[in-house]
């Protein structure tokens, strides 16, 4: 049994964003944040590379500039769990035709 902790990854346009989820998943054991970022093409370049490979899911904000969640999605070498993490309820079919495992506003 592997008592390791599922490595997630937070991408959200807003830092005030992020820092509220860090501190909402801080508390859980099973759950290390890996890393995150503001910047939708720093976090594909990350998540593609070989840091990201360990990433087992991700929280996804859908509407950012330059490429939205959607868009990061399609170009992941590999999906891990994907969480979308918004403020828009009109996503929540398409989040689940992109097999997301969750939707959060």
Known sequence: MNDSPLRAYLVDDEPLAIERLERLLANSNSLEIAGSATDPTEALEFLNGE??????????????????????????????FVILATAYDEYALKAFEVNSFDYLM
């Not at 509407?63 to 959607?70: E, I, T």
């Open 51 to 80: 840091s990201g490979e360990s990433v087992g899911v991700l929280f996804l904000d859908i509407q950012m500039p330059v490429m939205n969640g959607f868009e990061l999605l399609s170009r992941l070498k590999r999906q891990p």
